[in-house]
């Protein structure tokens, strides 16, 4: 990445004293305990398949370093069972109409927003986010529901087109379902990621088997448990559980299609398995991605943006911004407001709204941040707000820290760090700062700040990213149901939303008729013949504008 810090002013770090930390946020809500009791967990892994006596894997809350949950673990031949159960289920809902399967969703959205406090507490214990980071998974989730609800009938409906002959030859174009999707979702959104991207699966036609993150298993289970609620056959969406290295190529090797979330490096070796089979595979991987502030951007607007862009979920969000690039003219007075901002937020795992940002979600997360955070500052970045663990309010969480003076050898620069960590660099020109911002192997989400909306989506086209906000740090693009999201480079293959979101799920069929005359010598025209009635018919097909 190219080195933008050169004369960058120092700004003190602060002190290790408790002033200078950031504020814990009020208690509330119920406790992880009551939220997710014994009789819960076992209502919920009925829903697993694992046979016989399966082996139990214990799983932590975050927010207390408690046992949480013990879950059975599904066996490579229990994949081969749920996969056999989701096929015969399959054809039977692929044969009803779509407006049928469409009607589940739309049933589905309606119990989600009304037991929406469910699953907030589900995604909060499991992965130790604030509750309003969990909400956007709820709120998410819905508008995927209410989007594929309403408009699978029309991405999914035969298409007529023009046939090889003009009123002799008719083309349809129709779409059927794959089959049965491998489904393998992370445990950063565990709700969005579980069942957002298996909903439009479902209103193609097809059958679903699973495979969540052991340590968020319980929320993809809930949401399978309301979506049968809703009217999906049982069957239909088989969730299996396991050692990744171990249950994940199990499950790419029975897949129809493949639908995978998770880091570059695996998704490398999902996508070689894929092909080795001849199916295809959508892959939504990592990211380094960038925000850029121009000299005419709104600076409280953009400070209060960044807080949003960087911090949501406590930066565990492979769309988050984790580089700001800001005009060398206004970095100082943007980086000041956005620090303090930053300084502000409150932290606290309590089952409630009022945090502004929860924890980590293990130490392993943990570790990678402090590591980033670490070796940056003894290669010379100053700690501008944050940097360091908080133990005292929980075992994973650390404070939302910002970063500057920060130069290519250090691994904070271009590796994700996927935690609360945000490295601030300072240009002179837009070139430099779209050069900086093009210059890692990742293209997943971008953000651009400035009054004039032409000129950030001028801005916006020559950023290689699957996705760029204007004014927004993510949610605009990724709310916007209707669009593709995805990435680009290492960032993955596919998009979710949109009409690519859920015709990925299908295979496309052409059904050519053909009426009263053959496409073939006929009326005694011998082959020379046919070829020049051919020729002549081309050309006033070309001339008449036909396409």
Excluded at 343 to 370: C, E, H, K, N
Excluded at 486 to 505: F, K, N, P, V
Aim: neutral net charge; hydrophobic residues 45%; glycine residues 10%.
């Amino acid at each position: 990445m190219t080195d933008l810090t050169a004369d960058a002013p120092a700004i003190a770090q602060p002190g290790a004293g408790a002033a200078d930390r950031n504020p814990a946020a009020p208690g509330g809500g119920r406790t992880v305990a009551a939220a997710v009791p014994p009789s819960l967990v076992t209502r919920l892994t009925a829903g697993i398949t694992a046979a016989g006596e399966p082996a139990l894997v214990e799983t932590v809350a975050p927010l207390t370093g408690e046992l949480l949950a013990g879950l059975p673990q599904s066996t490579p031949a229990d994949v081969e069972v749920a996969f056999q159960l989701a096929r015969r289920a399959q054809p039977a809902w692929g044969a009803l109409p779509v407006r049928r399967r469409a009607a589940v969703l739309l049933r589905f959205h309606d119990l989600l927003l009304k037991r929406q406090d469910e699953v907030l507490d589900l995604i909060q214990a499991e992965t130790g986010k604030a509750r309003l980071h969990a909400f956007e998974e709820v709120l998410a989730v819905a508008m995927a529901a209410r989007h594929y609800g309403r408009a699978a009938h029309s991405y999914l409906r035969d298409k007529r087109h023009g046939g090889a002959l003009p009123v002799l030859t008719q083309a349809i174009e129709a779409r059927r379902p794959k089959g049965v999707i491998g489904h393998i979702s992370p445990w950063n959104y565990p709700l969005e990621l579980s069942i957002g991207d298996a909903l439009p699966a479902f209103a193609a036609g097809n059958a679903v088997v699973n495979k969540p993150d052991t340590q968020t298993a319980l929320t993809a289970l809930w949401a399978r448990e309301l979506l049968v609620e809703a009217g999906l056959p049982a069957d239909l969406w088989q969730v299996v559980i396991g050692d990744g290295p171990v249950i994940g190529p199990a499950v790419v090797e029975h897949a129809d299609y493949v639908s995978f979330t998770g880091s570059t490096r695996t998704g490398r070796e999902v996508a070689q398995r894929a092909a080795a089979r001849l199916v295809g595979a959508s892959l939504e991987l990592g990211g380094k991605n960038a925000m850029l502030v121009l000299a005419d951007a709104d600076l409280d607007r953009a400070a209060e943006g960044a807080v949003r862009a960087c911090f949501s979920s406590a930066g565990q969000l492979c769309i988050s911004i984790e580089r700001l690039l800001v005009h060398r003219s206004v970095a100082d007075e943007f980086l000041a407001r956005f620090a303090a901002r930053t300084r502000a937020l409150r932290l606290g795992g309590g089952l409630a709204y009022g945090a502004d940002m929860g924890s980590l979600v293990s130490v392993r997360q943990l570790d990678a941040t402090v590591r980033h955070v670490e070796d940056a500052v003894k290669a010379g970045a100053t700690v501008v707000a944050g940097g360091r663990a908080r133990p005292d309010l929980g075992p994973f969480f650390h404070e939302p820290t910002i970063l500057d003076g920060v130069t290519a050898e250090m691994a904070v620069c271009a590796e994700e760090t996927f935690g609360p960590v945000v490295s601030v660099y300072r240009f002179d020109t837009e070139d430099e700062a779209v050069t900086a911002a093009n210059s890692t192997p990742y293209g997943l989400n971008s953000s651009v700040w400035t009054k004039d909306l032409r000129r950030g989506r001028q801005l916006a086209a020559r950023l290689r990213t699957g996705t760029v906000n204007v004014n927004e740090g993510y949610a605009a693009a990724y709310g916007s149901v209707s669009s593709p999201m995805g990435g680009m480079g290492d960032s993955g293959l596919g998009r979710r939303h949109g009409a690519e979101g859920i015709l990925r799920y299908t295979e496309a069929q052409t059904v050519a008729s053909q009426r009263l005359v053959p496409i073939a010598p006929a009326f005694g025209l011998d082959d020379r013949q046919f070829a020049a009635v051919l020729t002549g018919g081309l050309r006033v097909l070309k001339a008449l504008r036909f396409k």
